[in-house]
């Protein structure tokens, strides 16, 4: 992984890709491990993970770690993320359009500079 895509995140980040650029249940496991860590969810408070519908979400290791860690993960059904998720139509959808707009003007201008990831 690019090392310059960790300058100047906090020490507590982490990144990692896949081939495919898909979550594998290995990747969302090592995600899960994190969010834990990170929520500090217990038997008197737990925290909820809402996923969507992806497999990797409902792999067997994955759902015994959020069982055991007091994750509790409510799957939504496929093809209604943009229903359900007020911030992927409020906040991710115009952040995605705005940094597509963003990218492309860079890259037309200079190319040599963008990240690769």
């Known amino acids: ?3 310059r895509l960790m300058k100047g995140a906090p020490s507590e980040s ?3 890709s896949t081939p495919s650029g898909w979550m594998t249940a290995e990747t ?3 995600w899960s ?5 990170f929520t500090k969810p217990s038997a ?4 909820l993970l809402i996923v969507n519908g992806c497999g990797s979400h409902k792999e067997l290791d994955v759902i ?3 069982r055991e860690n007091h994750v509790d993960m409510l799957s939504i059904p496929p093809h209604t993320t943009q229903k359900l998720q007020p911030l992927d139509r409020t906040f991710m959808k115009p952040f ?5 707009i963003l990218y492309c003007s860079l890259w037309m201008r200079a190319p040599q500079f963008l990240l690769p990831i």
Request: hydrophobic letters at 45%; a positive charge; glycine letters at 0%.
């Open 1 to 3: 992984m690019n090392d």
């Open 14 to 16: 982490f990144i990692f």
């Open 28 to 30: 969302f496991l090592k």
């Open 33 to 37: 491990r994190h969010f834990a860590w």
């Open 44 to 47: 008197d408070n737990a925290v």
């Open 64 to 66: 015994t770690y959020a």
């Open 96 to 100: 995605k359009n705005c940094y597509n």
